[in-house]
């Protein structure tokens, strides 16, 4: 995967930085899905596409698992709490929609979608 991210920024002209943050997206939406959606190891498929503009990166990551937006309880952790107080979990989704410009999440046609954009820092010509 990591490979096909980078095949797609290389052939859109994304910067290395802004690839490379869009690869981190992908592996945190990926472990997700095995993790959280499925429980285990799985052979269900993921479907992913890409679009690239000129100073931004839209992704639509599909998966097969149960129904759940993980957007919608999104909560900044409590930096004042120790480590061992703090709940397990929910950073990496944390992290794609600090990192996302924007991020949606819809249930079709039996898939979890979640669309985001995120600005590559690319000047405009």
């Not at 991210?5 to 290395?16: E, H, T, Y």
């Not at 269900?44 to 596409?49: D, Q, S, Y």
């Amino acid at each position: 995967m990591a490979q096909f991210v980078a095949d797609v920024c290389a052939d859109g002209g994304v910067p290395r930085k802004a690839c490379l943050r869009m690869t981190l997206l992908v592996e945190e939406l990926f472990t997700n899905t095995v993790v959280h959606g499925h429980g285990t190891d799985t052979e269900a498929p993921i479907h992913v596409t890409f679009d690239v503009g000129l100073d931004w990166i839209a992704l639509i990551y599909e998966d097969t698992a149960p129904p759940h937006d993980p957007f919608a309880k999104v909560r900044v952790p409590d930096d004042t709490a120790g480590v061992e107080e703090r709940p397990v979990g929910g950073l990496g989704v944390l992290l794609i929609a600090a990192m996302a410009e924007r991020v949606q999440y819809a249930h079709v046609g039996g898939r979890n979608r979640i669309s985001l954009m995120m600005p590559t820092g690319r000047s405009l010509p």
